[in-house]
């Protein structure tokens, strides 16, 4: 899929692995530059396996496409952050193993730090949901037939929206728009309904098919089933920044959706 999508914007794909290298306390300082020579050599091996890995996945999708590969010695958030600035990457692209349980919770997994941290859009895949290519035709560009982009009306959910569009238009797909009305919020039904249309005229939506819906109840609850029932190859959402030790404990919506939607899921900066 990446491949295919990298292709299709003339994009250059940095396949990019990250191995944290700590010392044991007990070493010497023999023992310690011992290690280290061995731990360098073993870099450089990773490297090649990853050029050797890639191609394997990727099969036929190669050709046209414009591969680099690197490897770093560093605690994977920082190592990740800092290559996106460095490379000034348009889109990073992650895995996920959706874990649960207090420890997920209070550590966090990775792909969920650098959807919090980063600047640029991240695509997080919690496991193989979509056919996204044809596997008999691998030049055949990616098919995304619906787009699902909630809204609360947030900043970040305005600038998810602009980018939910700009991808319906490119690859000719349904936009689905729900506006969640959580207990509490004391929004009307039609008024939320004339808003986000009113929004989605401003990004031009027009140009595609575009779909405003309404749902009550918990949000992630509420997107996590709208994307099972509408068949949603991609969900888009807007990144939040936590506002209470609540939200730290339990995750907020964009993190829920992480680990339960049945589809890939970009999360756009604000």
């Known amino acids: 899929m990446l491949a295919a999508g990298a292709r299709a914007f003339d994009a250059t794909l940095v396949v990019f692995h990250v191995a944290r290298f700590e010392l044991p306390a007990y070493f010497t300082s023999a023992q ?8 360098q050599a073993q870099l450089k091996q990773a490297k090649d396996f990853l050029r050797l890995h890639v ?3 990727l099969g036929g999708e190669t050709p046209g496409v414009r591969l680099q590969f690197e490897t770093a010695d560093a605690h994977p958030l920082d190592a990740i952050l800092a290559a996106a600035k460095t490379r000034r990457a348009d889109l990073i692209v992650m895995g996920t193993h959706g874990r649960g349980g207090a420890r997920r919770l209070w550590l966090g997994s ?5 959807v919090r941290q980063a600047s640029v859009p991240v695509f997080v895949a919690r496991q193989k949901q979509h056919e996204f290519i044809s596997t008999s035709d691998p030049k055949a560009a990616p098919g995304l037939a619906t787009v699902l982009c ?3 009306f947030s900043e970040a959910s305005r600038s998810a929206l602009q980018h939910a569009v700009s991808l319906a238009q490119q690859f000719k797909a349904r936009l689905i728009a729900p506006c969640i009305i959580e207990p509490g919020d004391k929004r009307d039904v039609a008024a939320a309904k004339r808003e986000l249309a009113a929004w989605l005229d401003e990004t031009a939506a027009g140009e595609c098919e575009a779909q405003i819906l309404t749902r009550t109840g918990q949000a992630a609850e509420q997107i996590v089933s709208l994307a099972a029932k509408t068949e949603a190859d991609l969900v888009v959402m807007g990144a939040q920044r936590r506002r209470s030790l609540r939200a730290w404990i339990s995750g907020d919506t ?3 959706v992480l680990r339960q939607a049945p589809a890939p899921v970009l999360v756009v900066p604000h």
């Not at 990775?110 to 650098?114: K, M, Q, R, S």
């Open 55 to 57: 191609r394997k996945v």
């Open 254 to 256: 964009t993190e829920s």
């Open 150 to 152: 909630p809204v609360n």
């Open 32 to 39: 310690s530059d011992a290690l280290r020579r061995q731990h």
């Open 110 to 114: 990775v792909a969920e730090n650098i």
